[in-house]
C-alpha cells in the first residue's frame, strides 16, 4: 500500500482544489476557514478504507476505540467478501484490502455522513469532524503522532472540532461534508491502485472471467512500493501542491476562482 502520509497529503491537496470550485450555492465552502476544513476531512477520510486492519497505524489514532472499531470492520468486510465472492475468488483469512477498499464503500461512506448531517445537524457534523481530524492528525503528521498518546490525538482532535464549530458553523452543507468524505476514500483507492497488489475498486459487483473481487492496477512497471522512491517522490508532490494550494485558499482565494476573501487583509494606511 502507499503509505499513510502519502495517502493524506493526497487527500488535502484534492480537498483544497475541490473546495475551491464546489459552488457555495449548492452547500460548497464560502469561506477559507470552511475551505481548510473541507480539506481536514478529505485528508482523514483518506485514511479511513485501513479501517479494515487491526494492524494500521490508524487503528491506533483513538485508542481501544479504534483498534475495536477496527477489529468490526475487518470481520464485516471479510463477511461481505465471503457472502460475494464467486468460486473463482480466492480464500481469504481477513478482510483487509476487500470491501472498503471498492468504490461502492466510498459513496457508502459519503451518502452516510450526508444523511446523517441532513438529517440532524450539528451535532453529527462535528462527530464526523472530530474523527476526520484525528486520522489527518495521524496521517499528516506522523512523526508527532507516533510518538504520542492516543489521548492527546483525541484531544487535539477534539478540541480542533469544537473550535470550528463555534468559529465557523456552516463549514459546508451536509452533502458537501459527504462529498469531502468520499472524495478522500477515492483517493486512497487511486493511491492503493498503483502499487503492485492493487485495489478490488468494483469487487463485488463487477465479474470478470468469472472473478467477483479482481485488482485494478497498472502494468508492472509503473506499479510502486511503499516507502519506496516513488512513494516519496508522491509525498514530496503533493506536500508541495497541499501547501501552494493552502496558500491560495487563505491569502489569494482569487488565483483559484474561489468565492471567499482573503483570510487576512492588509488595510490601507
Known sequence: MVMGPTH?????A???AMAAVIPASIGGPSTAVGA???AAVTAGAALLPDLDSPQATIARTFGFLSVGAAHITENAAL???EVSRSDRDRDLHNGHRTATHTI???MLAGLLVGVLVAMFGKVPALVVLFLMLGLAVRGLFPEWSSKSDWLA??????GAALAVGAWQP???SAWALGMAVTVGVIAHLLGDALTKSGVPM???LVSINGKRWWDICPPGFMRIKANGVADKALLAVFTVLAVWLAYATLFDPSILGAPWPPALTTAAP
Open 8 to 12: 493524506s497529503m493526497s487527500g488535502a
Open 14 to 16: 484534492l480537498g483544497l
Open 104 to 106: 461502492w464503500f466510498a
Open 36 to 38: 481548510m476544513t473541507f
Open 153 to 158: 490525538i483525541t484531544a487535539v482532535s477534539a
Open 79 to 81: 463477511a461481505v467478501y
Open 170 to 172: 456552516q463549514m459546508a
Open 202 to 204: 468494483l469487487g463485488g
